[in-house]
Nanobody
Framework: QVQLVESGGGLVQAGGSLKLSCAAS????????MAWFRQAPGNEREFVAA????????SYAGTVKGRFTISRDNANNLLYLQMNNLKPEDTAVYYC??????????????????WGQGTQVTISS
């Protein structure tokens, strides 16, 4: 498994931006597809975005498409989530996740076997 640590969360006003980062502890980060999920209080964990090992294919949840951008820096074992035009409904704990797969940008939590501890994102109206 890959050790993952998220950072970059915080409190911003609606319409603002945040950029989340996820640092991986192992060189095995590079061959893996990666993803961001989020979980709001009382809700199940939901898919946000994913990308394949070289970032050649990305997928997004409909609720964030056009506002969020997932990217990765394989040289430094980093995953990013740029979030623009944030809305109060984006408030959640955001988790990064690593898959055993290299080429599948899956949207189901079961497809990922390594998870970070999460970073809180709070959007005020």
């Amino acid at each position: 498994q890959v050790q993952l640590v998220e950072s970059g969360g915080g409190l911003v006003q609606a319409g603002g931006s945040l950029k989340l980062s996820c640092a991986a502890s192992e060189r095995t980060f590079t061959p893996r597809s990666m993803a961001w999920f989020r979980q709001a209080p009382g809700n199940e964990r939901e898919f946000v975005a994913a990308l394949t090992k070289f970032g050649g294919y990305t997928s997004y949840a409909g609720t964030v498409k056009g506002r969020f951008t997932i990217s990765r820096d394989n040289a430094n074992n980093l995953l990013y989530l740029q979030m623009n035009n944030l809305k109060p409904e984006d408030t959640a704990v955001y988790y990064c996740a690593a898959s055993r797969s290299s080429y599948s940008a899956a949207s189901t939590p079961e497809s990922y076997d390594s998870w970070g501890q999460g970073t809180q994102v709070t959007i005020s109206s």
